[in-house]
């Protein structure tokens, strides 16, 4: 199985700061005929469920703000979000959907300082 | 609106069966692979199996091998997973949700979840 790490496991933040959530696979999860790279990130609240910000490893999501933004490339990745809004906190999951079983990372939760 | 809806958890002994399902609307059920992700209490996603779109294609976290079984009916929209030797381990929000369209790809939407207690 392909492992995702992810780090830190805890974030604080103040407002209008930058956070950047990192992730590491096991194994490249970069299809090379494809040059995709097949991570995605996603933003959970308490009580809610998923919520798919970012694909192909820097894809934005139709809708997602554009403070959210998603690089790296094989094994290792980040998600930046430039500013952070209240609205933010959340826990953040990094996935690979490269090859099953699609494994996540063990999240990151970000808060407020 | 795009949505999934699931429905059957509960409370259930160990060693019991409990079946889920999962209604779509809003899109072309047909045209996308569906998991099933739980998430055990204060735990983080697990991805438990998949379905291809016309359902020849599934497959399965290790974890419940054996003992799960998904299927769906494009004609009703519907997915299932049916949970059979259920245990304690088992607890968690089970949430339904959808690959893009396309290539194996990210998961867009997210049902709710139903919850499944497994506990004697």
């Known amino acids: 199985d392909i492992v995702m790490t992810q780090s830190p496991d805890s974030l604080a933040v103040s407002l209008g700061e930058r956070a950047t959530i990192n992730c590491k696979s096991s194994q490249s999860v970069l299809y090379s005929s494809k040059n995709k790279d097949y991570l995605a990130w996603y933003q959970q609240k308490p009580g809610q469920p998923p919520k798919l910000l970012i694909y192909w490893a820097s894809t934005r999501e139709s809708g997602v703000p554009d403070r959210f933004s998603g690089s790296g490339s094989g094994t290792d990745f980040t998600l930046t979000i430039s500013s952070l809004q209240a609205e933010d906190v959340a826990v953040y999951y990094c996935?690979?959907?490269?090859?099953?079983?699609?494994?996540f990372g063990q999240g990151t939760k970000l808060e407020i300082k | 609106e795009m949505q999934l809806v699931e429905s059957g958890g509960g409370l259930i002994q160990p060693g019991g069966s409990l079946r889920l399902s999962c209604v779509a609307s809003g899109f072309r059920f047909s045209d996308n692979w569906i998991h099933w992700v739980r998430q055990a209490p204060g735990e983080g996603l697990v991805w438990v199996s998949h379905?291809?779109?016309?359902?020849?294609?599934?497959d399965y976290a290790d974890s419940v091998k054996g003992r799960f079984t998904i299927s769906r009916d494009n004609a009703k929209n519907t997915l299932y997973l049916q949970m059979n030797s259920l245990r304690v381990e088992d607890t968690a929000v089970y949430y339904c949700?959808?690959?893009?369209?396309?290539?194996?790809?990210?998961?867009?939407?997210w049902g709710q979840g139903t919850m499944v207690t497994v506990s004697s």
């Open positions: 949700t959808r690959d893009q369209p396309g290539d194996p790809n990210a998961f867009d939407i």
């Open positions: 996935q690979q959907y490269y090859r099953t079983p699609y494994t």
């Open positions: 379905i291809s779109r016309d359902g020849s294609i599934t």
